[in-house]
T-cell receptor, first 116, second 110 residues
Framework: SAVISQKPSRDICQRGTSLTIQCQVDSQVTMMFWYRQQPGQSLTLIATANQGSEATYESGFVIDKFPISRPNLTFSTLTVSNLSPEDSSIYLC?????????????FGSGTRLTVV | TQLLEQSPQFLSIQEGENLTVYCNSSSVFSSLQWYRQEPGEGPVLLVTVVTGGEVKKLKRLTFQFGDARKDSSLHITAAQPGDTGLYLCAGLDSNYQLIWGAGTKLIIKP
């Protein structure tokens, strides 16, 4: 399965600023996914990032707040803009792994964001 | 809105005991995935089950997909401290959307 390098692993940011999170995959993948997770809780999908097209955002998430770039098949960034304390969370990227029906997802190690 | 209810939400047991975690839904899933997540890491895929009634074993972990493909269980035999973590189930629906359970936080005390 693919290996994902996600940076930074954690950051503390001032409200009103932005944080850009990077995910680098060691193989080419068509789709990458960005999630948000409160510690110890489930995952919420923010958006799906496809190379060469605009990201598809889930209900409740907008491009102005969470701009995504996908310049090639191995790399993507998620920016969390105009930060507020409510944005404090863990952000994760993921890519599909496996083939056929027995597939799942590989995740980056996550970025723990604290907004102060 | 499809839901995947996971229970229990929290479980703390002694090393050597057995336990079962459940994922239940009223919806049919084409496949169901189980993940384990440790603090400071992303979820790691444990298994994917796709056929109704399917049983998969991973050492002391046994995964079962319900006959109607609406529910799944994870049974751990003789739990060890290394099993500690957040266990998440996720079902793939007919629109290829991944529906996540709320997670089970498992603590195994030595």
């Amino acid at each position: 399965s693919a290996v994902i390098s996600q940076k930074p692993s954690r950051d503390i940011c001032q409200r009103g600023t932005s944080l850009t999170i990077q995910c680098q995959v060691d193989s080419q993948v068509t789709m990458m996914f960005w999630y948000r997770q409160q510690p110890g809780q489930s995952l919420t999908l923010i958006a799906t990032a496809n190379q060469g097209s605009e990201a598809t955002y889930e209900s409740g998430f907008v491009i102005d707040k969470f701009p995504i770039s996908r310049p090639n098949l191995t790399f993507s960034t998620l920016t969390v803009s105009n930060l507020s304390p409510e944005d404090s969370s863990i952000y994760l990227c993921s890519v599909p792994q496996g083939t056929g029906r027995y597939y799942g997802y590989t995740f980056g190690s996550g970025t723990r964001l604290t907004v102060v | 809105t499809q839901l995947l209810e996971q229970s229990p939400q929290f479980l703390s047991i002694q090393e050597g005991e057995n336990l079962t975690v459940y994922c239940n839904s009223s919806s049919v899933f084409s496949s169901l995935q189980w993940y384990r997540q440790e603090p400071g890491e992303g979820p790691v895929l444990l298994v994917t089950v796709v056929t109704g009634g399917e049983v998969k074993k991973l050492k002391r972990l046994t995964f079962q997909f319900g006959d109607a493909r609406k529910d799944s269980s994870l049974h751990i035999t003789a739990a060890q401290p290394g099993d500690t973590g957040l266990y998440l189930c996720a079902g793939l629906d007919s629109n290829y959307q991944l529906i996540w359970g709320a997670g089970t936080k498992l603590i195994i005390k030595p």
